[in-house]
């Protein structure tokens, strides 16, 4: 059996050292990253045969972390964050404080505060947004399981935590956009 605090301390080190991980969220299984980390997250577009024109999530704590992350969080977000009863990514205007090569194009992040304590842990520890991609070659299908993750994903990663591998994951989080005009537009239900 392993053990959560040895597999957030293995994963721990791997993102301060610039290394990528594969692990559960609340939603799929993700290659994981810092999100402060442009060589780090150059690998992830590397690994996923991704254009870094094509942005990533990125998971936070809660509410304080977002802040470090966004400029100004319209007040939308965190009537959204409190009453969603799915996991929900939000694309903020207006980032800051991350990799550049993170940041989309028009200056906007997409962040999900998730419902997994893995994800809290590591994230509160590495005290960092961390980036959170499923595990899939772009596009091919977002793997179910951990048994569906291609073997070059595996092999990519530097790290894979040891938690979780029997969950079988049925979609990825709901995407809304929300910028600070007041403008919100449904992304992924």
Known sequence: MYNMQTEINNALKTLKNGGLV??????????GCDATNETAVKKIYELKQREDSK?????????????????????AALNIIDISEK?????????QNLAPNLIA??????????????????????NSAIVSTSANISGHPTPKSFKEIPPEVLK????????????????????????????VK????
């Open 22 to 31: 594969l692990y559960p969220t609340d939603t799929v299984w993700g290659i």
């Open 55 to 75: 942005a990533l999530i990125c998971l936070v704590t809660d509410d304080r972390m977002l802040k470090k992350y966004v400029n100004k969080i319209p007040e």
């Open 87 to 95: 996991p929900t990514t939000i694309i903020y205007d207006g980032a």
């Open 105 to 126: 194009n028009d200056g906007t992040i997409a962040i999900r505060i998730p419902d997994d304590e893995f994800c809290y842990q590591l994230s509160r520890k590495l």
């Open 156 to 183: 990519g990663v530097d790290y894979v935590v040891n938690l979780q591998r029997e969950k079988i994951c049925n979609k990825p989080s709901s995407i809304i956009k929300l910028s600070n005009s007041g403008i």
């Open 186 to 189: 449904i992304i992924r239900t």
